[in-house]
């Protein structure tokens, strides 16, 4: 086509013709720009924790997240949680927790024990199955062995600590008193020594041989066994110093009365 084959369309009716294509383009741009905003928007937002989704549960939700019993849940809770509360609660977290609020043991104990599951509003939604009621029981009564086993080997190791601490007791106690024992016997073998030494007709280098003891530690031996005779002496009661009474002398007789004579009839 040549040049003057183009139509020529005058500039009044070019303008909306531009505004008319100009302003689908500019409003797309503008929605592209507000969901990529959005979702950096939810990227940057920190992610709620299990505790503090179970605290908002129960703020919204109380009939069945804040009764004092557990209650069984309704299946498919989650995709009610997400109709009612739509974009408060990301899949993740939910999950994380409906894994720990439905793994506690008040959790399975209510399981065993309901008739029905309820639903967000407290109301019942359904019956328990046999079969998740047995696999709530089986784990209670995994739980409970494990407690056992657990209090069973506390026992048994406070048994066995006992045990240990009243042997070590009977066991200081007699290597106490054999220890008093040998102190004692050293005591009296000094003592004897004492004795025998005082008494005996031997030189100092002949007593000491005959009795197996150094001449270098006799007199040390020696003047411990006279300290140890003063201190058990001094220890004694002190006797009363008085003498035994003499046996008591006859009392003298006087004379002898003759028997008056008989009168002879």
Known sequence: MSTSDTPIVPEA?????????????????????????????????????????????????????????????KL?????????????????????????HTGTTAYLIALTKAEHRFDLDGQPAGEITD???????????????????????????????RDKARAD??????????????????????????????KTTLTRANFCVLKGLPESDLDRVLEQARKEAAEWAASRPAMADSTPPHPAQPAPRGPRREAPARRRG
């Open 169 to 198: 007791e009977r066991a200081a106690q007699t290597q106490q008193r054999e220890a008093q024992e040998l102190q004692e016997q050293k005591r009296r073998n000094r003592a004897q020594l004492l004795r025998d030494f005082e």
């Open 76 to 100: 498919r809770i989650q995709a009610d949680i997400k109709e009612r509360a739509p974009g408060v609660f990301t899949k993740a977290v939910m999950s994380a927790f409906l894994r720990r």
């Open 13 to 73: 009716a070019a303008q909306p013709i531009a505004e008319s294509i100009a302003e689908p383009v500019v409003e797309a741009a503008a929605e592209t720009v507000a969901e990529t905003v959005a979702d950096a928007a939810v990227v940057k937002a920190p992610e709620m924790t299990p505790s503090e989704c179970a605290r908002q549960l129960k703020d919204r939700f109380p009939a069945l997240f804040a009764g004092s019993a557990a209650k069984p849940l």
């Open 131 to 161: 079969e998740h009621r047995q696999v709530a029981q089986e784990e209670l009564d995994r739980r409970r062995a494990v407690h056992q086993e657990r209090r069973d080997q506390e026992a048994q190791a406070e048994r066995a600590h």
